[in-house]
């Protein structure tokens, strides 16, 4: 069974939950939640904390009883304070801007990328560091978003230009320029030592 699972989710002080038949509803300072339990789940609420549990007689639950778990508890996080993915934009003339329920990049291609912000984000872009910030209180939809805006224009390794995560290294390659003139630098200097 597992160990995540058995971990009771603790509610903070602003925040409240119910359960209405299948469904475990979270509301906080920043929004509110809804998730629907898979059948063989169970939830219940006791002292301050939402306990998930197997249902007698359902078999092979393991697996689902910690993510179900682990989906409540990023609901109940996620209405205390936002979730936060920042994806750095780099290259030339590589740039972005919000402009109200959409967001406008210029990713290197001979048309911009225009794509909408869902309902519930909020996104914003620093033009001085190529920065943009996803912010939201459902963890999947701002995960989900950000690896979609990243799939655009993953980072290429050459010259490192596109989308990554704030953090994310990316494994560099010499380009082949600098391959040759690496392989004809020590080519030259074997051909002096034979001639020696």
Do not use: W
């Not at 655009?152 to 990316?170: D, L, N, R, T, V």
């Amino acid at each position: 069974m597992s160990r995540i699972g058995k971990k009771p989710v603790a509610l903070p002080e602003k925040v409240k939950a119910r359960i209405e038949g299948r469904k475990v509803l979270v509301e906080g300072p920043l929004g509110k939640l809804s998730f629907a339990l898979p059948e063989g789940i169970n939830a219940e609420i006791k002292d301050a904390s939402i306990n998930i549990s197997i249902a007698p007689g359902a078999a092979g639950k393991d697996a689902l009883f910690g993510t179900v778990r682990a989906r409540v508890n990023n609901m109940v996080s996620g209405v205390a304070r936002e979730f936060e993915k920042v994806l750095e934009i780099s290259g030339v003339g590589y740039k972005g801007a919000v402009e109200g329920t959409r967001v406008n990049m210029q990713l290197g291609f001979s048309h911009p990328v225009i794509m909408d912000i869902p309902q519930g984000i909020k996104m914003s872009f620093d033009p001085k560091q190529a920065v943009l910030t996803i912010k939201g209180i459902d963890r999947e939809i701002v995960g989900n978003l950000a690896a979609q805006i990243r799939r655009i224009k993953p980072c290429e390794p050459y010259k490192g230009s596109g989308i990554k995560y704030h953090g994310e290294h990316i494994i560099r390659k010499a380009g082949k320029t600098a391959a040759g003139a690496s392989a004809g630098a020590i080519a030259g200097a074997g051909g002096g030592a034979a001639k020696k």
